[in-house]
């Protein structure tokens, strides 16, 4: 799931490319409308929800708690974030003309902002960070904060507080007479998305489970409600993240000893869709770079009229995967390592604890 949401987000920023090199070209190029591909980004919020309240599962009521579901957030989220934000930076520093969408080269402020998962305005009024795929993080470490605040409660408390949590804060961004644009950004309906995402995990925690033909209904209803939807709803919480919401379910109320696949084709795919999921994160935040620069590479070897905007568009997707994978075993993985060694409290690991891959 988390592959396939990575995907659809790569897809999405794929036929903008593809778009504007048709237009150098001169060739015509419709892009596909099949699926609304933003909703990648949905789909992400649920399972991000789904996995932080069940792998925080050895967490719940112990001491030391809240430190180490920070240091294992933090370790995971920033030191990518961080690398790939000063990259674009200096990429923005040295060619102006990357950050012209944005109204004006960005000030201290914008960049700390960026830095610290803070929501601020741009010049254009656009509330996105420097690097403009990380406002998607800046409702990751709200949705963090929150939960950690509830783990000194049981699993069922934790869920309680969050979703209560997460509901009065939209409550309250819509009460509040002209809230301040932090407020109005974590306000956003889109936030309850986690709570969808928590709600599957405490249900799965009190032993609910499906049969494969009702997960298969799951799936399927949330495809075609994900195809029906329109392009741009006036609420993305019903039209996106209800069927993301359907889709998470079909993946995580099986059984919990599912059999084993069979044929190596099968196998094969699916040991390659689990080795992307756990590649995502990269894959979601370097994607533009991998787009960007093969566009490029092909209006300037001469190459993209001959082969068309369809097939470059392929030909960028598909790079953008073993660069993904390279990243994340090279840099992300041992990063990561590195700094979840420094954060982490000096006190004896809580038994099972583990820091979720979201």
């Known amino acids: 799931m988390r592959a396939f949401a990575a995907l659809l987000v790569v897809i ?3 036929q903008h490319e593809a778009a504007t090199l048709a237009g150098r070209i001169g060739a015509a190029f419709v892009p596909g409308a099949w699926l609304p591909w933003p909703a990648g980004v949905d789909v992400f ?4 929800g789904f996995i932080i309240v069940h792998a925080a599962g050895p967490l719940y009521g112990r001491p030391g ?14 030191p990518l974030y961080w690398l790939v934000t000063g990259l674009y930076l200096a990429l923005g520093l040295a060619a102006p003309a990357l950050l012209s969408g944005e109204g ?9 902002a960026s830095f610290l998962f803070w929501p601020m305005a741009r010049p254009d009024g656009a509330v996105l960070p420097l690097y403009g795929l990380g406002w998607t993080l800046n409702y990751e470490m709200a949705f963090y904060a929150l939960f950690a605040l509830g783990l000194g409660l049981s699993r069922r408390g934790a869920a309680a507080w969050l979703v209560a949590a997460l509901a009065l804060l939209v409550l309250v961004g819509r009460l509040v007479p002209s809230p301040p644009v932090p407020l109005v950004f974590w306000s956003d309906p889109i936030i309850l998305e986690f709570a969808l995402g928590a709600g599957l995990a405490l249900a799965r925690a009190e032993g609910a489970r499906l049969g494969t033909l009702p997960r298969l209904a799951l799936a399927g209803a949330g495809l075609l409600a994900l ?12 039209a996106w993240g209800l069927p993301a919401a359907l889709l998470v379910a079909a993946a995580v109320l099986g059984r919990d000893r599912p059999e084993p696949v069979r044929g190596r084709l099968a196998a094969g795919l699916l040991a390659g869709a689990e080795r992307l999921g756990d590649a995502s994160y990269a894959l979601y935040l370097l994607h533009p770079f991998v787009l960007r620069a093969t566009r490029e590479a092909l209006l300037r070897t001469g190459l993209a009229p001959s082969l068309g905007p369809w097939p470059s568009l392929i030909l960028m997707v598909l790079l953008t995967l073993p660069a993904a994978l390279l990243v994340h075993r090279f840099v992300e993985r041992p990063l990561t390592r590195l700094v979840r060694a420094r954060l982490d409290p000096p006190t004896r690991p809580l038994k099972g604890a583990a820091a979720p891959e979201g």
């Not at 708690?65 to 920033?78: N, Q, S, T």
């Not at 195809?227 to 019903?238: D, S």
Request: aromatic content about 4%; glycine content about 4%.
């Open 227 to 238: 195809a029906a939807a329109p392009a741009e709803p006036a609420l993305r919480l019903l």
């Open 45 to 48: 919020f649920v399972i991000s």
């Open 65 to 78: 708690a809240r430190a180490r579901f920070a240091a294992h957030r933090i370790a995971r989220l920033v």
């Open 12 to 14: 999405h920023h794929a």
């Open 104 to 112: 004006g080269p960005p000030d201290g402020a914008r960049v700390l």
